[in-house]
């Protein structure tokens, strides 16, 4: 089976774009998202996604990690999916539907814009900040020798003012050079603490995006770029 992709990547947080609107695709079973997602043996990427039909929506979206379990949000991948979906329709804002949300996404002065949403303030210590974006991210102000397992992790590594640097580790992806929740995630943190609701700039190790907004509605930018496209052979046993 012969199965078209779209390879995209924002600020380096690569993905595998597989469109189910379009075209036919095989059970999207465990072995076959780590056998496509693996960097030697399929095509590469943290995450897959792939777009359903919506009643609600432009398109919905389900987010695998490149272990093959599923994620709930993705905001770079939302981003992505938006900027093929917006030149698909000709449209200039598209919505797309998760598992608990639907989003809208457009095009901004520095890339594709998309309203993340609410981010919900679980816990808070002098040390981290453990916030939900629809997937749970614990956000610490200082690097620790043990990180939980079973959430996504930032880790704020300099802060000049309202530019944040942060190292990210990705649930069920590991370490990854960029992460559009975890932008949030550590945006909403500096919010929690310091009692403002500035916009943050958010330097990964891929590059930068903003997050602006409030608690109620964060709004992640930056920009998006196609890699290739391809057909990925899969052989149906």
Not at 57 to 73: L, P, T, V
Not at 79 to 85: E, G, K, W, Y
Not at 88 to 97: F, H, N, P, R, Y
Request: hydrophobic share 40%; aromatic share 6%; charged share 20%.
């Amino acid at each position: 089976m012969l199965i078209p992709f779209t390879k995209m990547q924002a600020q380096g947080n690569d993905f595998i774009v597989l469109n189910a609107l379009e075209h036919d695709l095989p059970e999207l079973s465990q072995d076959f998202i780590r056998t496509m997602s693996e960097r030697r043996y399929g095509i590469g990427c943290d995450q897959l996604l792939v777009l359903l039909p919506s009643k609600d929506a432009n398109a919905a979206m389900r987010i695998f990690n490149n272990d093959g379990s599923e994620a709930a949000n993705c905001g770079n991948g939302l981003r992505c999916v938006a900027h093929l979906l917006m030149a698909e329709l000709d449209v200039q804002k598209v919505s797309i539907a998760l598992a608990d949300r639907v989003v809208f996404a457009s095009h901004g002065k520095h890339g594709v814009r998309v309203d993340m949403g609410p981010a919900v303030i679980e816990n808070q210590s002098d040390s981290s900040v453990e916030v939900n974006m629809g997937n749970p991210h614990t956000v610490f102000f200082e690097a620790i020798e043990n990180f939980p397992e079973h959430r996504n992790v930032e880790i704020i590594t300099g802060q000049v003012a309202d530019h944040v640097y942060i190292d990210i580790i990705e649930r069920g992806s590991g370490r990854t050079l960029a992460c559009g929740t975890g932008a949030c995630a550590t945006a909403a943190a500096i919010w929690s603490v310091e009692k403002h609701h500035r916009p943050q700039t958010i330097e990964m190790p891929g590059g930068k995006v903003t997050v602006s907004g409030d608690m109620n509605q964060l709004i992640l930018e930056g920009s998006v770029a196609i890699a290739f496209t391809g057909h990925y052979y899969w052989e149906i046993h």
